[in-house]
């Protein structure tokens, strides 16, 4: 067993050497070079317990020459029986059998680059933003070419992984990255760390990582140039039109990748097609603000916590999936308008700065009376003592138009500072950020232009609290970004405590309090949420969580939460109403896994019964079946009628190679009165070089009318320079 971890509370280390001979990347750790170097052992446990070395150990190995990082890694076990659920790349590594590499390449601890495999030879990759501490900052949607083969053993499977220099971004002349690797095995029920990682931190937090030393300084590479172009074409059509039912459309393209710097990397696009992005998946909306989907298209997803993580979730002056989306003048409703081409230069200047500039440009829509806009960001960012960093960010949205109708503004511009904090032992994180935004009829109300919010927690072992505020003037505008709502001050402190026990089946628990107190202006408290929730997190990896919860809503204007449209609750009335909830989760490593959460209550001046659910057959390793069901019964006071609200997801998920994928969606939602119907087949002949097939239907699922229908074909291919 490798000796490479010093011990509890100390500092890991690693060393990488050069080969001088070559690597053969086939699963098998046989060449002589790996063994040169000081290897990562002695992992510890991080589930169920974070107290001792884990039962089932790992060994990781590294070596390099003048075009790839290799990595290797020796994973022991009891049996060859382990859980993989499907062949499919990118997949998530909860339930599972898996191992993930991290690298922190600037030694900032706020950026990381992962890779992963399984004990199928699957691969992963992705990216870890803001530090880590949260799942919200993990993306596997990051694609990019490099090479991985695993091989099954008599107590043990093997992998040898290829990483090609041009792949990652890292700092010239740098002899240490900080490195950490986390493993789930099923066979023993353990996730297991290299670096010691407190139970109640998050398993990718970068603040808990180790070191890789290089023998030598690393060099610069050579300038790496990818063009990936594609070509599309789609059939399209709309029975619900008077006329021109069909449309045909085709369409030449691609994407450009040029790293300017080992750490700068500059993406360009034209005519850019996401006809093959997976479907958003519906939900039953009972609020009256928008619904957030993040953003699911390739181009945005490198560095994209550099433009769009500033304020927070609900008051972020950058939304990417803004670009190529507008409103129809007359309906009010969203459609979607061309991209003509767009550059981003991103990425680290050294280990203290990041900086990001974008530019788009959309086309117009003279039947809407829409023009083109032009979308500009920039955004840098300085780390400032051991993990913090403060940031800036200016936004334009630039009309190209007469507008003589005045139904769009000629710009809109966003400017602000944002203070991230995040201490070296992760006790402390927070952020504080002052935004303004500027539009040509805002001069009246620049007083009130502004966004600012504030959030401090503190966590230790035993307990955890944070305080939370958010203020939004009436006048802020921010047309690239997701703001739901305005004209608002709200408080938002949470308490939580943690418990461990010794034994027994319950591994974590413990009380949290938390509220939600909004107030409007000339109106007082307008919205409060208090909760009081009990987490349970067992041995055998499912969770317990019971709710209850009180609501306040002042409503100002009139609305039906069921979206019926026939009745509505009177504006300028206060309403207060109190359920309670549960919310189970089963073991996922199962072939049999499922969510249940049923929710009872009152529901503004009425009642509603609730449940969520998701049941999931795995057929392993070749995919799975899933059904979501999303059930709502709300009975508001009379003259309102009993509305039953159903949603219904099943998906199913076939994986029939590594190379070979069939995704079929279908979602019956009788709020919006559709039934969708979403099948993506995805042949990726060569690495990062695919064959898309994407059918869609909507029907009215009374009659199973068809509303719209189309098929698109989408071929893309990879080329590296």
């Known amino acids: 067993m490798p000796a490479a971890n010093p011990g509890k509370g100390k500092i890991p280390f690693a060393t990488i050497t050069r080969a001088v001979g070559a690597i053969t990347i086939d699963g098998n750790i046989e060449e002589p070079d790996w063994f040169n170097g000081v290897p990562a052992g002695n992992f510890w446990q991080w589930f169920p317990t974070d107290s001792m070395l884990a039962e089932l150990q790992t060994e990781i190995y590294f070596t390099y020459d003048d075009e ?48 992963g495999t399984n ?31 695993v091989k099954k053993h008599d107590g043990y499977w093997s992998a040898e992984l290829a990483i090609p220099f041009k792949t990652i971004r890292y700092q010239e002349g740098s002899t240490k990255w900080r490195f950490n690797c986390y493993r789930f ?34 060099k610069k590479t050579g300038t790496s140039i990818s063009l990936i172009p594609f070509v599309s074409a789609d059939a399209g059509w709309d029975f619900e039109a008077a006329d021109d039912q069909f449309n045909f459309n085709r369409s030449i393209g691609g994407d450009g990748k040029i790293a300017v710097t080992p750490g700068m990397n500059l993406d360009l696009t034209v005519n850019p097609d996401f006809s093959q992005v997976e479907v958003d998946q519906q939900v039953t909306n009972l609020q009256r603000f928008e ?25 972020n002056p950058f939304f990417s999936r803004r670009i190529g989306v507008a409103t129809d003048t007359a309906q009010g409703l969203t459609i979607q308008n061309p991209i003509y081409y767009g550059a981003r230069l991103s990425g680290k200047l050294n280990e203290d700065w990041r900086a990001g500039f974008l530019n788009m440009q959309s086309a117009g829509d003279d039947k809407n009376d829409l023009p083109s806009f032009n979308y500009t960001v920039a955004a840098v960012q300085r780390k400032v003592f051991s993990r913090s960093n403060v940031g800036f960010i200016f936004v334009n949205k630039q009309a190209f138009g007469d507008n003589e109708s005045q139904t769009y503004n000629a710009f809109n511009r966003v400017m602000g500072v944002d203070y ?5 032992d992760n006790a402390w994180a927070g952020k504080t950020f002052y935004h303004r935004s500027f ?117 100002f204007e009139a609305f039906d939460p069921s979206r019926q449209n026939v009745y509505f609750l009177p504006g300028e009335t206060g309403y207060s109403y109190s359920s309670v909830n549960l919310e189970y989760n089963s073991d996922n490593s199962k072939p049999l896994s499922f969510r249940v959460e049923p929710r009872i209550g009152q529901f503004f001046n009425g009642n509603r019964v609730g449940l969520r659910s998701s049941v999931t057959y795995r057929f392993q390793p070749f995919g799975t079946v899933t059904l979501d069901y999303n059930f709502n019964r709300i009975a508001l006071a009379d003259p309102f009628d009993p509305v039953n609200l159903h949603l219904v997801g099943p998906r199913i998920d076939l994986t029939f190679t590594k190379t070979l994928f069939l995704t079929t969606f279908i979602q019956y939602n009788n709020q919006i009165d559709n039934l969708n119907v979403n099948a993506r087949f995805q042949w990726r002949f060569k690495p990062v070089s695919d064959f898309f097939l994407v059918y869609t239907d909507n029907y009215l699922p009374n009659d199973f009318k068809v509303k719209n229908r189309a098929i698109v074909a989408k071929l893309t291919y990879w080329l590296n320079t």
């Open 439 to 555: 539009t040509p009829e805002a001069a009246d109300t620049l007083s009130q232009n502004f966004a600012h919010g504030l959030t401090l927690s503190y966590r230790e072992r035993s307990f955890a609290a944070r305080w939370e505020h958010q203020w939004v003037g009436e006048g802020y505008n921010a047309e690239t970004g997701f703001v739901p709502r305005k004209d608002f001050f709200q408080i938002q402190p949470r308490f939580q405590l943690f418990f461990y026990p010794k034994r027994g089946k319950i591994v974590q628990h413990g009380p949290i309090l938390q509220s939600q107190i909004l107030y409007t202006p000339d109106h007082g408290r307008s919205d409060h949420e208090f909760r009081l929730r009990w987490e349970f997190s067992f041995r055998d990896n499912s969770r317990l969580e019971l709710e209850a919860r009180n609501e306040y809503t002042y409503l």
């Open 420 to 424: 991230n904090l995040a201490t070296a």
């Open 68 to 115: 790839n990082l290799y990595v290797a890694a020796k994973c022991y076990s009891l049996s060859d029986k382990y859980v993989v659920p499907s062949l499919r790349r990118d997949f998530r590594a909860g339930g599972s059998d898996n191992l993930t590499f991290v690298f922190d390449t600037f030694n900032d601890k706020t950026n990381a680059f992962f890779f």
């Open 119 to 149: 004990p199928e030879g699957v691969l992963r990759e992705g990216l870890i933003a803001n530090g880590g501490s949260g799942r919200e900052d993990f993306s596997e949607s990051w694609d990019n070419k490099w090479h991985g083969e």
């Open 185 to 218: 095995e099923t066979q023993k029920n353990e996730r297991s760390t290299w670096f010691q990682i407190p139970r109640n931190q998050f398993i990718t937090d970068l603040a808990f990582m180790g070191d890789l030393s290089w023998d030598e300084p690393l």
């Open 291 to 315: 619904v957030f989907f993040p953003e699911r298209r390739q181009f945005f997803l490198e560095n994209a916590d550099l433009f769009g993580t500033f304020g927070d979730n609900r008051i």
